[in-house]
C-alpha cells in the first residue's frame, strides 16, 4: 500500500465567500477504489472539483508525491486523473466518436488511441453501435457510460466519479458498477466514487469516507462501515 | 430577364464581400459567444499592412501571406493580453472594450496611414469573365477564395485533433479542461483565426472598394447581417447569408418602385428582420437544445 497515491491534508474550499469544505484529510491507495459518501450538500462534489482543480481551495493535495493545488485543471487532467463530472459533461453536439476523440487529446500516441477505441467497445458494446450518432441523442445511460469511456481514453491513473448512478434505472446501474468493478481489477484504474447511493457504493469500494457539511466525520474499511448498523442509521438511511 | 440575371450576379459579387466578412465574424463567435465589433477594423488594419508591404517592395503574393501570418499573430496577442484578463467579466465590458478597439485601431490607421483613399490591387485583374459590366475576374476570384477559405475550415475542424479540442473549448469548456484541452490557448487560436480570416476579407474588398480607415464600417454592417440571416453557430451559413444579403439589396434597388437604390440598404436589412421573426436561430443556425 503506497499512501503516496492520493493525500490530502486540511483541505478548505469556497464559492466566493461562502466555506464548503472544512480541513478535509484523507488518503488514498493505488489500485483501490475509495468513496465519499454523504447526503445532498455535504460537499462531495465540491471535493471532487477541489481535487481538479475547478474550485478555490487552501490547503495540501498530493498526487503521486507532487503537489497539485496550485495546477491548472487541463495540467491535472494531464497528470492522469479523469474527472467524470455530474451531469457527465457529455458534448452534446459532437458524436460519440468525437466525444471518446476528445478523452485522448492530450495524449501523441494516435496509433494506441484507436486501439484504445476497441478497448472501450468491449466494455460497452452500445458504443460502438451509436458511434456515428450525436452524443446528445443518447439515452441517460449510454451517456453515462461514454463519459466513462471518455475519461479511460486519457489512460488515467485515478477516475474520479461524481455520482454514475444518478438519474438510471436499478438494472442500468447493476450493470454499470460492475463493468466499474472490471475496469478496476482489469486496467488497475484506481477510483475515487462520490455516492449519495451508499449500499452500491459500499458494496463497491474498499475504503469509505463519509462527508457530513463540509467535514469528514468517519472513515475507514467499507466492509467495517456497511456492517456497523448504527453508521448505517445515523448516517446512510438504509 | 436579363436584367433579372444581371442583377443577381451583381448581388453576388457585392455579397461575396459581405460573405468574407460575415465569415470571419462567425469564426470569432464561435470561439467567444460575443459578437466582435471591431472585426472590420481589424480587417482594414490588415489591408493597410498588405498595402504597406507592396510599398516596400512586396509582390502580391508575398505580401498577402505575410499580411495573414501577422495578423494571426496581433488576433492571438489581442486576446492574450485584452481579452484573457477580463474573461469572467460581464458582456457588457467585453462590447465596451470591443469598442474601444474599433476606434483606437480605426484613428491610428488614420495618424499612420492618412485618411486619403488608395488604391488596393486585385491578384486577378478586374477583366468582366461573363459580359460587359456583370461579373469581373476580381469578383470571381473573389467567391473562389471565399469557397477555398470555407474548405479550409472545413477540414480543421472537422479533421484535425485541434479543430476538435477547439470544438470542444466553444462547446463546453469545463468538459474540455477536464479531458485536458488547454481552453485558454483555444480561444487565442480562435481570435488568431478570426484576425487572418479577416485579413483576407480585408484584402479581397479593398480592391472594390478602395483602401481608407473607414472602408468597413458599413460592410462590417451588412456583414453581421449575413452571419446572423445564415445563423451564427454556422460558416456555411454565414457565408450563404452574405451572399444573400447582397443579392437582395441588389434586386430590391432595381424591382422595387418608387424607393429606388436610396432604400435597398433599408429593404434588405428589414428582411433580415423578417428572417430573424420567423427563424430567430437563423436560417442555418442550431437552436440549442438540452436533454435533461
Redesign the interface.
Known amino acids: 500500500m503506497s499512501a503516496q497515491f492520493l493525500s490530502v491534508r486540511n483541505l478548505n474550499a469556497f464559492y466566493g465567500q461562502t466555506q464548503v469544505l472544512f480541513g478535509l484529510d484523507f488518503d488514498m491507495a493505488e489500485g483501490g477504489i475509495t468513496t465519499l459518501l454523504g447526503a445532498n450538500g455535504a460537499g462531495k462534489t465540491s471535493t471532487l472539483r477541489a481535487l481538479s482543480r475547478m474550485l478555490h481551495t487552501v490547503g495540501d493535495i498530493r498526487f503521486e508525491g507532487e503537489e497539485i493545488s496550485r495546477k491548472a485543471t487541463e495540467d491535472v487532467a494531464r497528470l492522469g486523473i479523469a474527472h467524470v463530472p455530474e451531469g457527465r459533461g457529455t458534448f452534446v453536439r459532437l458524436t460519440v466518436e468525437e466525444n471518446l476523440q476528445l478523452g485522448a487529446i492530450s495524449r501523441p500516441d494516435k496509433r494506441a488511441i484507436a486501439n484504445d477505441v476497441d478497448r472501450i467497445f468491449n466494455y460497452f458494446p452500445k458504443l460502438r453501435e451509436r458511434y456515428y450518432q450525436q452524443a446528445g441523442t443518447l439515452s441517460g445511460g449510454e451517456q453515462q457510460m461514454l463519459a466513462i469511456g471518455r475519461a479511460l481514453m486519457l489512460r488515467p491513473k485515478l477516475m474520479l466519479l461524481d455520482e454514475p448512478s444518478f438519474g438510471l434505472a436499478p438494472l442500468i446501474v447493476q450493470e454499470l458498477f460492475g463493468i466499474l468493478r472490471t475496469l478496476n481489477r482489469q486496467e488497475k484504474v484506481s477510483m475515487f466514487l462520490v455516492e449519495q447511493n451508499a449500499s452500491l457504493a459500499l458494496d463497491l469500494a474498499d475504503h469509505a469516507y463519509l462527508l457530513e457539511t463540509g467535514r469528514v466525520v468517519m472513515s475507514g474499511p467499507a466492509k467495517d462501515i456497511r456492517e456497523d448498523e448504527g453508521i448505517r442509521r445515523s448516517y446512510l438511511g438504509y | 430577364m436579363d436584367l433579372f440575371i444581371h442583377q443577381v450576379l451583381a448581388g453576388l459579387a457585392t455579397g461575396a464581400i459581405y460573405a468574407c466578412m460575415a465569415l470571419a465574424v462567425v469564426m470569432i463567435y464561435q470561439a467567444i459567444d460575443h459578437f466582435n465589433f471591431a472585426q472590420g477594423e481589424m480587417a482594414m488594419f490588415s489591408t493597410f499592412i498588405a498595402w504597406q508591404l507592396m510599398q516596400w517592395g512586396f509582390p502580391y503574393w508575398a505580401a498577402f501571406f505575410v499580411t495573414i501570418g501577422i495578423s494571426f499573430a496581433a488576433g492571438v496577442l489581442i486576446e492574450r493580453a485584452i481579452f484573457r484578463p477580463i474573461h469572467d467579466a460581464p458582456i457588457l465590458s467585453h462590447v465596451v472594450i470591443f469598442i474601444a478597439l474599433f476606434v483606437i485601431i480605426n484613428s491610428f490607421a488614420g495618424f499612420i496611414w492618412e485618411f486619403t483613399i488608395k488604391a488596393f490591387p486585385s491578384p486577378f485583374g478586374t477583366k468582366p469573365v461573363l459580359g460587359e459590366g456583370l461579373l469581373s475576374a476580381h469578383d470571381a476570384g473573389m467567391m473562389a477564395v471565399v469557397g477555398i477559405v470555407l474548405l479550409l475550415l472545413y477540414g480543421f475542424f472537422r479533421y484535425t485533433?485541434i479543430g476538435?479540442?477547439m470544438?470542444?473549448a466553444a462547446?463546453?469548456p469545463?468538459?474540455?479542461?477536464?479531458?485536458?484541452?488547454?481552453?485558454g490557448w483555444m480561444l487565442a487560436l480562435g481570435w488568431g483565426m478570426a484576425a487572418a480570416i479577416g485579413a483576407v476579407a480585408g484584402m479581397m474588398i479593398a480592391p472594390v472598394v478602395f483602401l481608407e480607415p473607414n472602408m468597413m464600417l458599413s460592410i462590417l454592417l451588412y456583414g453581421f447581417a449575413g452571419a446572423v440571416v445564415g445563423g451564427l453557430t454556422s460558416p456555411v451559413g454565414a457565408v450563404l447569408g452574405g451572399f444573400s444579403v447582397g443579392v437582395v439589396e441588389n434586386l430590391a434597388g432595381t424591382f422595387i418602385p418608387y424607393f429606388g437604390s436610396e432604400m435597398k440598404l433599408s429593404i434588405a436589412l428589414a428582411l433580415i428582420v423578417a428572417v430573424l421573426m420567423v427563424r430567430p436561430s437563423g436560417i442555418f443556425g442550431?437552436k440549442v437544445?438540452?436533454?435533461v
Open positions: 485533433r476538435l479540442a470544438r470542444a462547446a463546453n469545463d468538459s474540455a479542461k477536464l479531458v485536458g484541452v488547454r481552453v442550431r437544445v438540452t436533454r
